[in-house]
């Protein structure tokens, strides 16, 4: 199995600005997320980016590319129409081949050297099968995320074979359909905002409103399987988020003594301040 | 191995189900001493629930009913007051483990083994319940609630259809509709978690989920009795409502919903919980409510749930609680998306679920019923069946069953739609006005199942045939056979394995209805744990319009001819019903539809008029405009305005008038003392009378008798001197019986105020006798067998003394030959508001039962309403708050005899029988009480003024004993020891049996024989004694009965003197005679019945009697 495209999901209506804020990266430059995303893809050898936006959006996005953009496309979902539909809209660009797939919204940082793209593609191209990424969530958040089920591969460390995906379960239906044996009590797998899809997800897509439900069937249909990661994801969409990846990157950077010795500054004032 | 241990262990059904019985009655004493040892080894060491368990009951009735009655074992000995109370604090195997010791430095004994008894079988209860709330807890989809204990953590959201305002500005209403469950059945009790956990096999019941209606009450066609409404408000609040209980409460704590007991919103509370949306690890969490809330609705949002019951009275064997428990859980779980269709009937995954929750939810509630509860979650008729624990389930390893069941819906192939037309054709359906606690019943079920007792053994195995030919019989569309199964079922198994599942009530309907209506009648059909309640009756459908016309009136007829004698909580009513196909079903109301049920807003209507427009929520506002526009159109909402109108100016004048005239003719009549009663709450409120006053000064000396002290009667006397003196004495008509009949028996009906005199107890001689009957056939037996009538006097009080009168004519005194009379009560009490300060030492100084750990939460918080409830209502005011008769209380039996001086009985007596000498004064419910001649003749041949029976103590004889007090010999009464702890070194009980010397007892009166004619000096003399005499202050509880069958039960004070205090006077010589158990026990509580009847009591007493 040979990847070398990626398709990158910003058309989100309430994620249109997400992709452009910018931050500053582990090597203590300033990029967009979107182009934090961008090279994270590119760790993994990819050579060809769809970026699926709202209509209007492309210009803005092209700015915020940076140094690569001869190989990102643009493609408008016209009608917002939710995630899976937006997915569905780069099936020309992905053709007859395995891609890997991002969320616009979310940044990711490994706690190795190697990149959270670059080990998923490595696991998907030894398997030659659809792997989603996947981490342990406990149940007081799984609401947020898709959230899949199977049996751990033998032989093989943090490899799960899907046989059950639920979008958003509420701990009660998790408890009964997604227990996950070695697992810690009130613990799941959810998804980490990066998949590695055969086309064949493009077919169910075209019967399904929602990615989860499409990727519950995929599962029935061939072989799926999740990889247990230890890494980072931050959702910069939600409430201080953006603040939280800033964090999660500056610490894990280059100016990671630096940071932590502003935090400590801030900190030991305001508490001045409140006392 | 032991025999025993072998029986539990063996693989070989055969020998698993064998008898403990079979070995017992053979075995020696040192046999079975043997034998407890090795199962107390082997209940210790067991890893297995049920072999633990089983071996706990073994214990249990080993110690209970076969140990005391063997050869060669002590009869007394001294329960160790740290045994008792670890067994009081449900700390059981520390008290078996003090009383163990103690069997081996006593020896074995009967007051141990009947202490041993009550901490064994207490522990296999605990065994079992633990096991079973592990259970419910790791059902998958409900152990994630209790890990999250934190707002923060909070995991649920609403669902957004709730959340979208329609165009009138009202929120959605999410409206829930169950039916109830009607047991098809009754496979034994099988659905009982215990049993169905060890016998899954076993364990099969027949549920048809049914609509109702009150006949009669204009409601129209059935209607799923049971709804529930939730919809999202705009103030951060959980406000929960119960239409038909009346309450309603704006919660913001998360204290407030976990204390279940504060209002009548137990159960909405429990639904709340045990549906996650707050979840039961929550308990304890400091944090606002506002805080949860937030995550669930959104900032300064929360939520709306109401309960309503369609006019269905409470016990009516149709779980409509537990069912009302399912209908809120699925509402609230849907809400908040843990069950997927907002709308519509569930699957059976979501129904499955719900179920699990409910049993949650009575758990969280302290109460209890079987898996088949919940069946109106479920549509149609459905075989509900248990089974056997695999390998993934949580049970798996620990008991042989699943938790729960499955559920088989019958199809219409397998019920055609004919025969589910023609049952709803015969079957008339009726509430009989009983609400009774089926609690002990279930315990009884549970122990006899464990013990493999033969019959009822083999009365299980027939209830699981009789189940197959009920299937069989709506397989096949024959009504009249199935009316014939169910009623053999009734008559044949049930009661074979609990007796006290049918009544003499419910008897006396079964053979009026057959009278009337002969062969059109098909048969009685027995709903839930016991008769009385809810019950079933099948006609020929060509009658039933007549069978439910007659049954109304046989019900009701029946009722007013027994209500003075048995408890009922309501007037009887006749069912209509239809099969419900749908199970729990729910819709949206949006728009104009967005309404609450109508008695919603007559509640909450009156608080919103008072508040200004202006500052009502505009949801609010929006719902009032919407309501006022309904009440003009709506059918379902005509004469709601009036009804609001009187609601918001009650016409509180007349009410209480109306209630104040008929107590206040009551006072008079019955000769109340004011200024007594004023001296008495005047004392109660200044501290110097109440329940820690009642006890003697901690210096008191207290001893127990010594050899020597007594008359020994335990065993048969040899000396037949005294049985020929007895004997000489009855025959010569020198003797009399009084028995104390003016007693309300609270602990016999928890506070209902009938008359326990009159209660049919028991099947006795091959029908329901009352306890007055009884004594009566043992007099008559006397009377025949020395040729000489015995008098019978019968005390009663204000509140017995015309039922008594009443029925003894009805029954022509039971053809009693002898002469008998009553003896009227003369004084009475106006009950009080109790002092907090006598609740708190009541309820925490005072050594009471700890109960199971949700229950007794649940019993705390209630305590703390009513110490509240006290003080709103006003410590040592006049209790009035009640129906009249429930407002007076007897002033305790110091003043029966007495009052037979004062109310000329006694003087009729000696008028009749000059010869008279001696009377023997028992309890009404001591029912081995019998002129027995050797008895006789020891009280003649000692010679004393009194002579006082006493039994050796056992471990449910609380309440005082015979005692040196001080040096001198006497009866002391439980309330006047000093401490708990005094009470364990007394070996004997008092029975309350005391025999009189006529003219002695008058001499210590300063009375002869001549002087009854004298009232004034009678009167005198009554008044200079009893002013000699301790006042007792008690908390007792009585109940009040509103709505549908509701009952609460208030404590309240009242004051009594007791006869065993005229032990005391120096003056009257006063001798004390030990008498075996049998003779002397008394019979307090409806659940010592079953083990009176097992233990030999009963068939002991009935060979005493002779009933005609």
Redesign the interface.
């Known amino acids: 199995m040979n990847i070398h495209k990626a398709v990158i999901t910003a058309a989100g209506r309430n994620q249109r600005a997400l992709p452009l804020q910018t931050l500053v990266d582990r090597d203590g430059n300033e990029k967009s997320v979107l182009r934090i995303i961008i090279e994270e893809v590119l760790t993994a050898q990819i050579d060809e980016i769809c970026v699926v936006v709202s209509p209007g959006d492309e210009a803005a996005y092209a700015r915020a590319v940076g140094t690569s953009e001869s190989m990102v496309r643009f493609i408008e979902q016209l009608e917002p129409l939710g995630y899976g539909q937006a997915l569905y809209c780069a099936r020309k660009f992905v053709g007859h081949e395995p891609f890997l797939h991002l969320v616009g919204d979310h940044l990711h940082v490994s706690h190795t050297g190697t990149g959270c793209a670059q080990q998923l593609v490595r696991v998907a191209t030894e398997e030659k099968c659809a792997i989603s990424a996947v981490q342990a969530t ?6 947020h995320y898709g959230t899949v089920s199977g049996p751990k591969i033998s032989d093989r460390e943090n490899l799960y074979r899907i046989e059950n995906v639920i979008e958003k379960p ?7 359909r997604l ?1 996950v044996a070695g697992m810690r ?2 613990h799941y797998l959810c998804f980490f905002g990066m998949h590695v899809f055969t086309p064949a997800i493009f077919d169910l897509l075209a019967g399904n409103d929602s990615l989860s439900n499409a990727l519950a069937e995929l599962a029935k249909q061939e072989r799926y399987l999740a990889l247990h990661t230890r890494n980072r994801r931050y959702d910069v969409g939600v409430k201080y988020g953006l603040l939280r990846a800033q964090l999660a990157l500056a610490l894990s950077g280059r100016d990671r003594d630096e940071v932590l010795s502003q935090m400590i500054e801030v900190l030991a004032s305001s508490n001045g301040s409140r006392a | 191995m032991s025999e025993l241990t072998g029986i539990i262990v063996s693989k070989d059904p055969e020998i698993r189900n064998r008898s403990l019985e079979q070995f017992c009655s053979a075995a020696s004493a040192a046999t079975l001493l043997e034998e407890c040892r090795s199962l107390d080894l082997f209940r210790r060491s067991s890893e297995n629930l049920y072999e633990r368990v089983r071996a706990q009951f073994f214990l249990y009735a080993i110690h209970r009913f076969y140990l005391p009655v063997k050869e060669g074992m002590q009869r007394t000995g001294l329960i160790p007051f740290a045994a008792n109370a670890n067994i009081l604090k449900r700390r059981f195997e520390e008290g078996i483990q003090i009383l163990l010791t103690a069997q081996a430095s006593q020896g074995a004994n009967a007051a141990l083994s009947s202490a041993l008894a009550a901490a064994y079988h207490g522990l296999a209860f605990q065994t079992l319940a633990d096991q079973v709330r592990q259970s419910v807890r790791s059902v ?6 209790s ?2 204990g934190h707002p923060a ?5 609403i669902r957004p259809e709730l959340l979208t305002k329609g165009s009138t500005g009202l929120y959605p209403i999410l409206r829930e509709t169950t039916p109830v469950r009607m047991d098809l059945s009754h496979s034994g009790w099988s659905d009982i978690f215990f049993l169905g956990m060890d016998f899954p096999e076993g364990a099969r019941v027949l549920n048809a989920s049914i609509d109702l209606a009150v006949r009669g009450s204009g409601e129209g066609s059935p209607q799923p009795p049971v709804e529930a409404y939730l919809r999202v408000i705009e103030e951060p609040v959980l406000r929960l409502t119960s239409v038909d209980l009346g309450g309603m409460a704006d919660i913001s704590s998360f204290a407030e919903i976990f204390d279940f007991a504060r209002d009548y919103l137990g159960l909405l509370k429990a639904a709340v919980i045990a549906s ?1 949306m707050v979840p039961p690890a929550m308990e304890g969490c400091s944090e606002p409510l506002s805080d949860l809330l937030a995550r669930l609705v959104g900032r300064g949002m929360g939520i709306e749930i109401v309960s309503r019951v369609r006019d269905i009275p409470k016990g009516s064997r149709l779980a409509v609680s537990t069912n009302l428990l399912a209908c809120l859980i699925s509402a609230c ?1 849907r809400a ?3 069950i997927h269709a907002l709308t519509g009937t569930l699957g059976e ?1 979501d129904r499955r ?1 719900v179920a699990a929750r409910a049993i949650l939810g009575e758990w969280l509630g302290g109460s209890g019923g079987g898996w088949q509860d919940s069946g109106g979650v479920w549509p149609g008729i459905k075989l509900i069946e248990g089974v056997n624990a695999t390998e993934g389930d949580p049970e798996f390893g620990v008991s042989r069953g699943r938790l729960l069941p499955v559920h088989h819906v019958l199809s219409e192939d397998e019920i055609s739609s004919e025969t589910r037309q023609r049952l709803q054709a015969s079957l008339v359906l009726v509430h009989g006005g009983m609400a009774q606690d089926v609690g002990p019943i279930l315990e009884m079920v549970t122990e006899k199942y464990l013990l493999r007792s033969e019959a009822e053994w083999n009365g299980r195995k027939q209830a699981i045939s009789l189940l197959d030919e009920v299937v069989a019989d709506l397989r096949s569309g024959d009504v009249r056979a199935l009316g014939s199964a169910t009623e053999r079922n009734f008559f044949g198994p049930i009661q074979t394995v609990i007796p006290w599942a049918s009544n003499l009530y419910t008897e006396t309907l079964i053979d009026r209805v057959r009278s009337e209506m002969g062969d059109d009648f098909w048969g009685f059909w027995m709903l839930g744990g016991m008769s009385g309640g809810g019950m079933g009756f099948i006609f020929d459908p060509r009658s039933k319009s007549r069978a439910q016309d007659r049954l109304q009136a046989i019900m009701t007829e029946t009722k007013e001819r027994l209500e003075t004698a048995v408890a009922f909580a309501m007037q009887p009513v006749v069912y209509d019903f239809a099969i419900n196909q749908k199970g729990t079903s729910a819709e949206l109301l949006t728009g104009d539809s967005a309404l609450m049920p109508r008695g919603y807003y007559d509640l909450a209507v009156p608080a919103l008029l008072r508040i200004e427009p202006r500052l009502l929520q505009p949801a609010r506002r929006a719902e009032l405009d919407r309501f006022g526009a309904a009440c003009r159109t709506a059918p379902e909402l005509a004469g709601m305005m009036q009804g609001l109108f009187e609601r918001l100016l009650p016409q509180a004048a007349e009410d209480t008038s109306g209630k104040a005239q008929p107590l206040k003719v009551l006072l008079e009549q019955f000769g109340f003392d004011p200024a007594q009663h004023d001296q008495i709450r005047a004392d109660m409120c200044n501290g110097r009378i109440g329940l820690a006053q009642n006890r003697l000064p901690v210096t008191t000396g207290i001893q127990d008798a010594r050899t020597g002290d007594l008359l020994d009667a335990t065993a048969s006397i040899t000396d037949s001197r005294f049985a020929r003196i007895g004997l000489d004495a009855l025959k010569a008509g020198e003797i009399a019986v009084v028995s104390l009949a003016g007693g309300a028996g609270t602990r016999w009906t928890k506070g209902a105020g009938v008359v326990k005199a009159l209660n049919p107890f028991c099947r006795l001689g091959g029908r329901h006798r009352n306890f007055v009957e009884t004594h009566l056939a043992k007099s008559r037996r006397t009377g025949r067998a020395t040729g000489t009538l015995v008098p019978h006097v019968l005390t009663t009080s204000y509140l017995t003394h015309e039922p008594v009168r009443k029925w003894l004519d009805s029954v022509d005194g039971y053809n009693y030959p002898g002469p008998l009379l009553l003896s009227q009560g003369k004084s009475i009490g106006l009950r009080l508001v109790p002092t907090a300060r006598d609740l708190r030492f009541a309820w925490e100084e005072m050594p009471s039962q700890i109960l199971d750990e949700q229950k007794q939460k649940l019993r705390e918080s209630l305590h703390g309403a009513l110490i509240n409830w006290a003080r709103e209502a006003g410590e040592g005011t006049d209790y009035t708050d009640n129906l009249p008769m429930q407002c007076l209380h007897p002033t305790g039996h110091w003043y029966e005899v007495p009052n037979m001086l004062r109310n000329g009985v006694l003087r009729e007596l000696l008028e009749q029988r000059p010869q008279l000498r001696h009377v023997m004064v028992h309890n009404i419910d001591t029912m081995g009480a019998w002129l027995d001649p050797s008895i006789v003749g020891l009280h003649i041949d000692r010679g004393a003024a009194m002579t006082a029976e006493v039994i050796a103590r056992q471990i449910d004889d609380r309440g005082g004993g015979l005692a040196r007090i001080n040096g001198r010999l006497r009866i002391i009464e439980g309330l006047a020891l000093p401490s708990e702890e005094s009470e364990s070194g007394l070996s004997y009980y008092n029975s309350n049996t005391i025999w009189m010397d006529i003219d002695l007892l008058l001499g210590a009166f300063s009375l002869d024989r001549r002087d009854l004619d004298d009232e004034a000096k009678v009167a005198s003399a009554v008044r200079n004694v009893a002013a000699r005499m301790p006042t007792y202050i008690t908390i007792k509880d009585v109940k009040k009965r509103w709505g549908k069958g509701q009952e609460d039960i208030f404590p309240v004070a009242q004051f009594e003197k007791l006869w065993g205090d005229m032990t005391a006077l120096p003056e009257i010589d006063c001798a004390f005679m030990a008498v075996p158990r049998v003779r002397g026990q008394q019979l307090k509580e409806p659940a010592q019945l079953d083990g009176w009847l097992r233990d030999g009591s009963a068939a002991h007493v009935n060979s005493l009697c002779d009933w005609e």
């Open positions: 406990r149940e007081n958040v799984i609401q509420t701990p009660t239906e998790a408890e009964q227990i009590a009130g | 998958r989809g409900n152990q994630w609630m890990r999250i953590d909070y995991p649920l959201a996650g779980m908040t998306n843990q995954e679920l």
